[in-house]
């Protein structure tokens, strides 16, 4: 029988041999949690603008009480009406968009057999994923305007031009279709990294049995790669009303603002520009809350029909 001494030295040994290693790793996120208080935590306060008529000058306690007028003001402005709906149909658009493609494009890549011809484009199309919307965003309006490439082309060919960014039955597609181009390429990354994880035996097998291509991918491709796009889909669950800032915001102009106008951008105008800093703190924090429960409800999916923890 083992003494209890003997053990209860050994746990205690162990506890010390760890704690160095311990320190050493919480010392190391120190700068890490000062940052996320500082950035993150501090900042929350100014939540409570949301429930008043606040006015600077009197700061946050001396402002008035209005409780829940500015979140019921809110559904009354058909502005912000129209920048809700604009950003459900932009990043639903987005989020499954940036799943799809990415997945399509990932299995065909796989495919290829040249490993140099596949790292090249591999790599060109992880490149757009670096560039900011800022100079992505002057890339494309010089190329779409009415001097652009795209006129240029269709002059020589006898065509009328055509101002993608002045059209409103365009710009959301426009905004879509470049933003799946500029992020595909690292989402596909990360389909890759999970195939190659795949165990090569499986196809092996599939393919004594007389397999197709198409039912090795069917049948050991695809439900290899569920967790990943059950994870990826979670994580984009909480961007469901975060249509893109700066994307939009370096893209749009006065005639397209009907169709392209989302929660982030009226909230910059109410805020910065109409200095309606209640209004403005009701709309983002509507948008958090609304983003939070979504999170939540997907992993909570997640979980229950894929039986996929991220913790």
Known sequence: MANPNTANAESKL???????????????????????????????????????????????????????DNFEFLWVIPDAKRALWNTL????????????????????????????????????VYLPHFISWVLLANIITNMLGANGILNTILNAFGQPDVLLMTEPKYFKALLIGTEVWKEFGYNAVIYLAALTGIDPSLYEAAAIDGASRWQSTRHITLPSLVSTVVLLTTLAMGNVLNAGFDQVFNMYNPVVMEVADILDTYVYRLGIVKLQFSLSTAAGLFKSVVSFVLVVTSYALAYKFADYTIF
């Open 89 to 124: 149909i932009i990043a639903i658009s987005k989020v499954v968009l940036n799943i799809v493609i990415p997945l399509i494009f990932a299995l065909l890549l796989n495919e290829v057999k040249g490993m140099k011809f596949k790292k090249g484009v591999q790599t060109i």
């Open 14 to 68: 162990k506890v010390r041999k760890h704690l160095p290693t311990w320190f050493h790793y919480t010392l190391m996120c120190i700068p890490g949690y000062v940052w996320l208080f500082m950035f993150s935590i501090v900042p929350m306060v100014g939540i409570v603008m949301a429930f008043q008529n606040f006015n600077p000058s009197k700061g946050w306690f001396g402002s008035p009480w209005v409780g829940l």
